[in-house]
Structures are given as structure tokens and as C-alpha cells.
């Protein structure tokens, strides 16, 4: 990695303290809880901002791993993409691209070493950047794009440090460019059907929240020789204490609660358990493969970080991120009101202290919420596959439609700088509270006041738009 600067930032809960000459309020002594608050004027409300539709949404992509070759395929199967650029620090993995979409477009390529994606993002012909590379370049790159006058679809998690998420927002105001995070998990079915039931009243108002990150990555991912690019993924686990990947479990939540549209968040704990497996797995590997010895011995993050949050109107969250320990999947996991609650995974319902409701009441309930958003996305992906001369990339997702949707109808994304830097920023926040033995940390506001009179984002109801196909 290439920023030891940063990484001693991150590790020592630093980040965001001043150190780069950002003006924060507060006291600086050591172990102050308010040292991310920070004086912001805004320069411009991004939040329900619309920028000028475009016939043709003219994108470039860096990063083409995993995820990166996929983002390619899903977004080159959207009506009015034209996938103009690819860029990746290894030619092969660029070629691979060019291949998976080469009968409907024809990228120009960038693969000259490790800064040729600003030789890309220079071009005046891109509206969209998607950015899917490792985490600790992404806000350079958000903002390098911006600042060339692309819109960005960033993958999460937007930025690692405190410093780095305030850069997208002031960066995003000023160019009023879009900062949109790909935060597939608010517009997954369930996801998309509970905001619906939230803002219908179903749950009355809403006291208490959990999103989780809890996926066994180790042995798959993590200690994975093969899967990640110089093994970035291990490297940013190293000598780390905090939620590293709250975006998926939180992002959902941020739209439940209103949160920079009506609420915003107040401050939060975090705690961290020791690490019982990755220090002693890497050991067991570095003995029989001389590739491991570089992390043997080293700190590696505790295997299950739980923090938690009151908001401005007294709601409380919980987020919890555990990549290495043998257990199921879970990501949105509940929420809660005055009125019944919801719990996923399996997915549940109640009303009342007498039990869960049944599954034929929670089937009929989810149907009648089910959003237009969703329904519509449903329509439209069937028709495309109906298609006999269809490409037959059937992982687009709704997220991605939607958005090159607004794009092309000139309409607000569903969600904007804010979401993303608010959801990022649990990333410095627990690094320093952990650090400081779960010491209370205040959260900055994003928006500077403007959380009181926002507009909500999310519009399940797909009021405008919608007309976009799936090729
Ligand atoms: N939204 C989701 O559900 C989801 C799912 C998976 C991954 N992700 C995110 O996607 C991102 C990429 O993850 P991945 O699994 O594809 O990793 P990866 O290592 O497979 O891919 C990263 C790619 O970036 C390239 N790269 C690295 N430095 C570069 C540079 N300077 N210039 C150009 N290219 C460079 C690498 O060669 C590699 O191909 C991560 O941020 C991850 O968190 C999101």
C-alpha cells in the first residue's frame, strides 16, 4: 500500500484531527470525544440536487478485479450507457473487460502504470466515473474525478479517514457533481420493501436500529492468495481496530431514520473483541508458505467490532462488522418502533409481545409494500430478459439501473454526498473511540444544518423516471 502516511492516521485514530490543516472545533486534548466536528460552510445543498439529463451516460471504469469486472457488465447492459473507458493497473484484467463487452462497446484502454487513471479522468468526454478499486485510494480518485467534472459511483466504503469525507463533501458542493456510493443494500427487496412499511407508519416511530457486516471472509477472501489485488484486503486488516465496512448493514438505516433529512447522528461508542483467529491462521500459513511471512506476527483487527449511535431525536443504532468468524451472513438485521418490528434474517415480524406474525400475513404485508421502485425494476428486468438478442448480463441491479436512470432523466440519485460520507465516517469514528477505550466520540454533520430541512432521498415511490431498459 502505498500511503503509510494515511495508514498511521487510521492506526493511531488520528485522522481528521487536524493534522492535514482542517479547521475542527473543540478542544484537542488527548482524548477528546469532539475532535470530528468540524466548522463547514456549504456551499451548495447537494441534496436533491438533478443535474442536467444526458441521452448517452459516456462512463469510465477503474479498477476491474472481482467486483470492477462485474460493475462493467452490469452497467454495459443498461439503455444509454456507452462504456467509453476502461483502466486497470494490470493490462490483463483490462483486457478481460474489453472481451466481456466488446460486441456493443469499444473502450479505449488505460493500463500505464499505477497513475493512468488520471490520464482517463482528464478526458472531457465522460460524464460517470465508477471507481472499484482497494479502499485506500478511493476519495483521491472521487476527487480528482469530480474536480475533471465527472459525476462519480464510487464503491463503499467512499473513504477511510475523516479528512478524506469531508474532502467528498466539500468536493461534491463545489463542483456540484454526484458522490454516489454503490450501496446496493438499500435497494435490495427486503430493504426496499421495509423503508416502504417505515415511511407508511407500520412500525409507528422508529426507536432503535441494527445493520450488520457479518460474512466469514478469512480463509475465502481474506488469507486468500489468489482473490485481491497485492493482498489489499489483509493489508488494510492489519494494525486496524474498528467497523471497517459499515456501509452495508448502515446504508439502509440512514434511509429508515430519516437520517440527514430529518435527523441526523449525535455520537456513538464503539468496542472491539481481541483478535482469537488471524494472527494464529497467518502463523499456520507463514510456517509452510514463505508468501505469509510479511504479515506474521503482526496486530490484526479483533474479529467482531459493535458500536453504537443516538441520534438527534433519541433513536439509537447498532452496527456490527465480523469478517472472520464462522457464522451466516447478515447485513440489514432490524428496526424497531412504537408501533411492531422487523427482523431479518430469517426475515420477521411483530406487533406486539405475543410473537412473530405469521408467514402468510408477513407474505401478504411484504406484497403490499413492495415499492414501485422495486416492481418496476422486476418489469423491466424481465422484459430485457424476454429480449431474444439480450446480452445476457443479468446481474444489473436495481441500484445500478436506477441510477443511470436519474442520470438520464435529469432527476436527483437516491442517494447523494451526504449518505456516503455519513455512512463512511463510522470508519474513523470507531477507529478512535476503540482506540480510547470505547470513549463517547461526537459525529460531525455533513450537511451543516441542512439535515433539518432536507428532502428525504429513496424515492421507492418512483414518482418521476423509470423508463430506462435493461438491454
Ligand atoms: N458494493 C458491493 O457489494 C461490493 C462487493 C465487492 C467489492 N466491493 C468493493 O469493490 C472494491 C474492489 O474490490 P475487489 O474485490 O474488486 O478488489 P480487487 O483487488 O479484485 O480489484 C481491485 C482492482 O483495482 C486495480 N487497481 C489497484 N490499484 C490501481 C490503480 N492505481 N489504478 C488502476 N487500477 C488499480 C487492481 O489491479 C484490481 O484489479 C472495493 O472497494 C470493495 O470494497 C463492493
Known amino acids: 500500500m502505498k500511503n503509510s502516511r494515511r495508514n498511521f492516521l487510521k492506526m493511531s485514530g488520528m485522522a481528521g484531527m487536524g493534522l492535514a490543516g482542517m479547521s475542527v472545533m473543540g478542544s484537542k486534548g488527548k482524548d477528546d470525544g469532539n475532535r470530528f466536528l468540524k466548522s463547514h460552510r456549504q456551499e451548495f445543498n447537494m441534496r436533491g440536487y438533478a443535474a442536467p439529463a444526458l441521452d448517452v451516460v459516456r462512463i469510465g471504469v477503474v479498477g476491474l478485479g472481482n467486483r470492477g469486472s462485474g ?64 479502499w485506500d485510494i478511493h476519495a483521491e480518485q472521487a476527487v480528482f474525478a469530480m474536480e475533471h467534472g465527472k459525476h462519480v459511483y464510487i464503491e463503499l466504503p467512499a473513504a ?60 475465502s477472501h481474506i488469507l486468500n492468495k489468489e482473490m485481491f489485488y497485492s493482498m489489499w484486503r489483509l493489508r488494510e486488516n492489519t494494525g486496524r481496530q474498528g467497523n471497517l465496512y459499515p456501509a452495508h448493514g448502515f446504508v439502509p438505516i440512514i434511509q429508515m431514520m430519516d437520517i440527514n433529512c430529518g435527523d441526523k447522528l449525535e455520537y456513538m461508542v464503539s468496542v472491539s473483541s481481541r483478535d482469537f483467529m488471524m494472527k494464529d491462521r497467518i502463523k499456520e500459513l507463514a510456517e509452510s508458505d514463505s508468501f505469509f511471512e510479511e504479515f506474521a506476527g503482526k496486530e490484526m483487527r479483533g474479529n467482531i467490532n459493535t458500536s453504537i449511535i443516538k441520534t438527534h431525536k433519541g433513536r439509537t443504532i447498532m452496527l456490527q462488522h465480523d469478517v472472520t468468524t464462522p457464522r451466516p451472513g447478515a447485513r440489514f438485521n432490524l428496526i424497531s418502533g412504537t408501533e411492531g418490528v422487523f427482523a431479518a434474517g430469517p426475515d420477521r415480524l411483530a406487533k406486539s409481545h405475543d410473537g412473530w406474525v405469521s408467514q402468510e400475513e408477513l407474505d401478504a404485508l411484504i406484497k403490499e409494500y413492495t415499492p414501485k421502485l422495486t416492481q418496476r425494476f422486476n418489469e423491466v428486468r424481465r422484459e430485457g430478459q424476454r429480449d431474444p438478442e439480450a446480452r445476457g448480463y443479468a446481474q444489473v441491479d436495481p441500484l445500478d439501473w436506477r441510477f443511470v436512470d436519474c442520470m438520464r432523466n435529469g432527476l436527483p440519485l437516491e442517494m447523494d454526498v451526504y449518505d456516503a460520507a455519513t455512512s463512511t465516517a463510522i470508519i474513523p469514528l470507531t477507529e478512535w473511540s476503540v482506540a480510547n477505550r470505547s470513549n463517547p466520540v461526537l459525529i460531525p454533520d455533513f450537511t451543516s444544518g441542512g439535515w433539518k430541512t432536507n428532502k428525504r432521498g429513496m424515492d421507492v415511490d418512483i414518482k418521476e423516471g423509470g423508463t430506462t431498459r435493461i438491454l
Open 160 to 219: 477511510q479517514t475523516m479528512e478524506e469525507c469531508w474532502q467528498l463533501v466539500e468536493t461534491s458542493e463545489k463542483t456540484r457533481k454526484h458522490c454516489m456510493q454503490v450501496s446496493r443494500s438499500a435497494h435490495r427487496n427486503d430493504t426496499a420493501y421495509i423503508l416502504k412499511m417505515v415511511r407508511s407508519g407500520v412500525f409507528g416511530d422508529l426507536i432503535h436500529a441494527e445493520g450488520h457486516y457479518i460474512h466469514d471472509l478469512l480463509m
Open 71 to 134: 460493475t462493467v457488465r452490469r452497467l454495459a447492459s443498461v439503455e444509454g450507457v456507452e462504456i467509453r473507458a476502461l483502466c486497470d493497473v494490470r493490462p490483463e484484467m483490462v483486457d478481460r473487460s474489453v472481451q466481456a463487452i466488446s460486441s456493443f462497446h469499444s473502450p479505449d484502454t488505460y493500463s500505464d502504470g499505477p497513475d493512468d487513471w488520471k490520464r482517463m479522468m482528464e478526458r472531457d468526454d465522460l460524464d460517470v466515473i465508477a471507481i472499484v478499486t482497494p
